[in-house]
């Protein structure tokens, strides 16, 4: 089951879909794509690490997801991704537009021949107004195509606004 977790900043979707993962009563692998920048995201970081079981398996990678899925893939855990769309920054950062279409496309196959359970968070960038600068448009217009791909390769879709979950695909 490949499961898309949307929702804005502090929407509860960080949390709906570590207790999907905890659910499923399988072991847990982390993919987490933040890098630490600041303080202020290092907060972020703990946080979301406080929160989790320390027995979970965790992977930082803030790039190359496509080929941590596919040795994930079919094993006999739940995979939690988390967060796509700090991964679409982190590619958009590289300034690298082949290294872009390559990740984003080895990605989307990735998820597609995902075989056992796969949880991937992104945010909802659509619902706020048009950014002011190229590269802040950008980000929220592939952020939005990213989870329309996507949300065509799960079976299930949630959005999770005021920490309420919402099915958009069931």
């Given at each position: 089951m490949?499961?898309?977790?949307?929702?804005?900043?502090?929407?509860?979707?960080?949390?709906?879909?570590e207790?999907?993962?905890a659910?499923?009563?399988?072991?847990?692998?982390y993919?987490?794509?933040?890098?630490?920048?600041?303080?202020e995201?290092?907060?972020?970081?703990?946080?979301h690490?406080?929160?989790?079981p320390?027995?979970w398996q965790?992977?930082?990678e803030?790039?190359?997801?496509?080929?941590?899925?596919?040795?994930?893939?079919?094993?006999?855990q739940?995979?939690l991704?988390?967060c796509?769309t700090?991964?679409?920054?982190?590619l958009?950062c590289?300034?690298?537009?082949a290294r872009?279409?390559?990740?984003?496309?080895?990605?989307l196959e990735?998820?597609?021949?995902?075989?056992?359970?796969?949880?991937?968070?992104?945010?909802?960038?659509?619902l706020?107004i048009?950014?002011?600068?190229?590269?802040?448009?950008?980000?929220?217009d592939?952020?939005?195509?990213?989870?329309?791909?996507?949300?065509?390769?799960?079976?299930?879709?949630?959005?999770?606004?005021a920490?309420?979950?919402m099915?958009?695909?069931f």
């Amino acid at each position: 089951m490949r499961h898309l977790v949307l929702g804005g900043v502090r929407s509860g979707k960080s949390a709906y879909a570590e207790q999907l993962v905890a659910d499923t009563e399988q072991e847990v692998c982390y993919l987490a794509t933040s890098q630490v920048w600041d303080e202020e995201m290092a907060t972020r970081v703990r946080i979301h690490q406080d929160r989790r079981p320390s027995h979970w398996q965790l992977i930082e990678e803030p790039i190359a997801l496509a080929a941590h899925l596919n040795t994930l893939s079919a094993g006999q855990q739940s995979v939690l991704v988390e967060c796509l769309t700090l991964w679409l920054t982190n590619l958009i950062c590289l300034e690298d537009e082949a290294r872009f279409a390559a990740e984003k496309a080895a990605l989307l196959e990735a998820v597609a021949n995902f075989e056992g359970e796969l949880v991937l968070v992104s945010s909802e960038v659509g619902l706020g107004i048009m950014p002011m600068n190229a590269m802040a448009r950008r980000f929220a217009d592939e952020a939005g195509l990213l989870n329309q791909q996507l949300a065509k390769l799960t079976e299930r879709v949630t959005l999770v606004a005021a920490g309420l979950p919402m099915p958009l695909k069931f």
